[in-house]
């Protein structure tokens, strides 16, 4: 038998979904919701609504006021017991006299893991934890992974027809997926820290790679825009190094920086694998800058490239219903991939109707 109840899963639900919230403004900190129920009433509410303000625990403690004594909190993530940019949420819980509190997962990271939880037994509150800890993991996904492993979410964005082409022969590819589609890419960006590119794609499509909806960009910040550019060809009229926001040039060998006439423009140097820069050192660096989650939009070669050595967290398909033939350009190239034995199994986790398109999220499948 389950120690949480319905009702405790209805109010962790509805602190997770408060958590949502700081999606796109608490980067690089963790999205947290709390709820505080005293006599199975919501007497406050709050959510980490940006990095360096308060954190959902004292947002909900200040929403309650005087009815959070005896209280029940309900967090998606363990209380810091730190000082940091903020005082420790484990005081100002156990100063506003709450009597239980319930969390969805310990926070890994080695300022706190477990010593929130601790200093809140100590006090002789009843803490919980575990509850619908799989979705707050999944909500974290990025921050987790920064924490433990010291790399960010990789999150591979394809936008293809339904037989898996990105363009014509020709280079002919706008465009291939609806409004709707690219509207929604909006929003990947935005909850991202990084958006990854080639230089190929630089050269041969000029993007953007940005965040222009309007009502996103007046909640969030344009992500850091990162160009895998072995040999530095990266041309100085780029129309990425002339908007809003910082861009990330990564060669290999010792080269001269450049003229890019923009202060928010680096170019550093990395070692190489067979002549390219080795991404791997280039995803270490971006967990040092504190990028959580990195969105790839590039060319096959590098979509084929991280596949192939497992650097990939999660796929993000758009595909469009129509059927552009032969004459055209696959969203992958594996050269080394010869026999089925090769291939890579997908775990979809989310399939649904993006205007006339398909948005499939999918995560690879561990091996047997």
């Known amino acids: 038998m389950s120690e949480f109840s319905e009702k405790d899963c209805a109010y962790m639900a509805r602190a997770l979904r408060l958590a949502e919230r700081g999606r796109l403004t608490a980067h690089p900190n963790p999205v947290v ?31 309650a006021g005087k009815k959070a004594r005896g209280a029940t909190a309900y967090v998606t993530l363990e209380p810091c017991a730190h000082h940091g940019k903020t005082p420790p949420c484990t005081d100002a819980l156990i100063d506003a006299g709450i009597g239980k509190l319930i969390a969805a997962m310990v926070d890994p990271n080695s300022q706190v893991a477990g ?99 309007k009502q996103i960009t007046s909640r969030s910040r344009q992500p850091l825009r990162v160009v895998l550019d072995s040999g530095l060809r990266m041309p100085q009229s780029a129309r990425m190094l002339s908007l809003p926001g910082a861009t990330l040039i990564c060669c290999v060998g010792k080269r001269a920086s450049g003229d890019f006439g923009s202060s928010n423009t680096e170019v550093m140097s990395f070692p190489d694998v067979d002549g390219r820069v080795n991404v791997d050192t280039v995803l270490e660096e971006l ?31 758009y595909q469009a219903p129509h059927i552009m033939g032969n004459q055209t350009r696959g969203f992958v190239e594996t050269p080394g991939w010869t026999s089925l034995t090769d291939r890579r199994e997908l775990q979809f986790v989310d399939v649904r109707r993006i205007g006339r398109d398909t948005r499939m999220t999918a995560t690879l499948k561990s091996p047997d």
């Open 287 to 317: 967990a040092n800058r504190s990028v959580n989650e990195v969105l790839v939009e590039a060319g096959p070669k590098l979509l084929g490239n991280m596949l192939d050595r497992s650097l990939v967290d999660e796929l993000v398909i």
């Open 115 to 213: 010593s929130g939880f601790k200093r809140l037994v100590q006090a002789g509150i009843d803490v919980r934890q575990g509850l619908m800890q799989d979705v707050a993991t999944n909500l974290n996904c990025g921050f987790l992974k920064r924490v433990t492993k010291g790399r960010p979410y990789v999150r591979l964005k394809i936008a293809c027809s339904i037989d898996g082409a990105i363009a014509m022969a020709s280079g002919e590819s706008q465009w291939i997926t609806g409004p709707e589609a690219r509207s929604d890419v909006q929003r990947l960006r935005a909850r991202s820290g990084a958006i990854l590119t080639g230089i190929g794609t630089v050269l041969a499509d000029d993007p953007s790679l940005n965040v222009r909806d």
């Open 33 to 63: 919701g709390c709820v505080l129920v005293n006599n199975d009433e919501i007497v406050g509410e709050g959510w980490h609504e940006r990095t360096g303000e308060a954190h959902a625990e004292v947002n909900a403690l200040q929403s």
